[in-house]
């Protein structure tokens, strides 16, 4: 995808942003719109669930997906760089992926729900984080089918499979509701055969059912290996927002603390489609007026940062004013603890843009090594302080440190990235 990059000023940079807008959105459109969808299906569920049952739905698939990282692994990442440089070899790579996730999902997810079972004081979940991690390894295997799409063009198709995957979940456990049903284990194990049809009509319809590439033992190491520097970063992205869930699910048991929480992180998230938008936006825009301008691109760097700074502060002021009644209108006054939540999270989603914005920076400057160093830094803290706050104060403790691990967060993305700038040029920096 070509950008288009004139030089100068801030305007110019703004004209920039503009002009690329539409084309360098294609490709994210249907990941937002599948994030709009899941978050329906979630709000959905909760307000149907209540905020015992929804912490219990919580738990399991925080457990499920903190086991994906095992067979997820980082062959996604991997694809994505592979497909870069043998675009035309998509079939083959996108189906060598899957069977290495489908053979690492067979291992991990059996193993996990009995290790939960023997460990926890929940055995009663058990089948469900079972249930929940075969859904998980579904989505996986079409979310390496769309990357391949992507990688030859096929933006649409692959747009459409992710947001048709996203409503048919939805659908779903609305008939399921519908029809008087919606027990947590009915929705668990519906959201389960929701997420095959869209991937199975795929392959049947692109022949590809039948024909899947052998993955001999040598090559399957060879994947796992390669992909081991991406399964760290995945790994640590992933459980930093996962950990606090986890913890109030295992040290304050019930549901009902976690149900609130999640359903408070769930407004969070939600709100982040701005940034994540704007990063994919600014990444782009932001190389091609480095690899063009060389360092003097280096203004650029100040205008990116303040426009996450500014989407920051808005969106502070979003969860602090109106973030609040809008959960209650959404999912009713039984919820009134999470609406409390939602209002403390201002800090956490301004912090949270700013990072994008510096993630954006480290992309650009291709710093890998240095940015999961401070992620596991950041990790650490979070998980430290949650075992430490959270049997005395609960959900309103875990929001908190989420908060301070984000700023740990912005400190060490800051000092990498002014340390880079300082004895290197952000377009000639090595990881």
């Known amino acids: 995808m070509t950008v288009k990059i004139t030089s100068g000023n801030v305007r110019s940079y703004v004209r920039d942003i503009a002009v690329n807008l539409p084309r360098l959105l294609e490709t994210a459109a249907g990941q937002l719109a599948a994030q709009i969808v899941s978050a329906v299906l979630t709000l959905f569920v909760a307000r149907k669930l209540g905020p015992t049952l929804t912490g219990d739905l ?14 997820n692994w980082g062959l996604d990442l991997w694809l994505h760089e592979s497909l870069l440089k043998e675009a035309n ?19 991990s997810i059996p193993l996990s729900a009995i290790v939960w079972w023997i460990t926890t004081n929940r055995p009663e979940l058990s089948p469900l984080i079972l249930v929940a991690g075969c859904e998980l390894l579904l989505d996986g295997c079409l979310g390496a089918v769309i990357i391949g799409e992507h990688s030859v063009a096929h933006h649409k198709l692959g747009s459409r499979l992710l947001v048709l995957h996203r409503v048919l979940k939805l659908a779903a456990v609305a008939a399921l509701f519908g029809i008087g049903m919606g027990s947590l284990a009915e929705v668990v194990v519906t959201r389960l055969m929701a997420a095959a049809p869209i991937l199975v009509l795929y392959l049947v319809k692109t022949n590809r059912l039948t024909r899947v ?4 033992a040598p090559a399957m190491r060879d994947i796992i290996r390669h ?16 950990v606090d869930v986890l913890l109030l699910g295992l040290l304050l048991p019930g549901g009902g603390t976690v149900g609130y929480y999640s359903q408070a992180m769930g407004i969070l998230m939600s709100t982040m489609a701005l940034p994540y938008a704007a990063y994919l936006v600014v990444t782009r825009t932001l190389a091609a ?21 500014l989407i920051g502060l808005l969106l502070a002021a979003f969860l602090y004013f109106i973030g609040p009644g809008l959960l209650l209108l959404l999912l009713g006054d039984a919820y009134a603890t999470s609406a409390h939540l939602v209002a403390l999270q201002f800090g956490t989603v301004f912090l949270k843009s700013v990072n994008l914005g510096l993630a954006s920076l480290m992309v650009v400057a291709a710093i890998r090594r240095p940015r999961a160093v401070v992620q596991g830094i950041s990790l650490f803290v979070n998980l430290t302080l949650n075992l430490l706050l959270i049997p005395n104060f609960g959900a309103v403790a875990a929001v908190f440190v989420y908060t301070f691990s984000e700023g740990v967060l912005m400190v060490g993305y800051a000092a990498t990235v002014a340390h880079r700038l300082r004895k290197h040029s952000m377009t000639s920096s090595q990881a």
């Not at 996730?101 to 067979?106: D, E, H, I, S, T």
């Not at 590439?213 to 001999?216: G, I, K, N, T, W």
């Open 58 to 71: 919580a738990v399991v698939y925080t457990v499920s997906t903190i086991v994906s990282l095992f067979f």
């Open 289 to 309: 007026r480095v690899k063009k301008s060389g360092q003097k691109g280096t203004n650029a760097y100040a205008y990116s940062m303040a426009l996450f700074v």
């Open 213 to 216: 590439p052998a993955v001999s």
């Open 227 to 242: 992909s081991g520097i991406y399964a760290l970063l995945n790994g640590l992205s992933l459980a930093y927002g996962q």
């Open 89 to 107: 070899q998509q079939q083959a790579l996108v189906g060598k992926i899957n069977r290495v996730r489908v053979r690492l999902g067979g291992a």
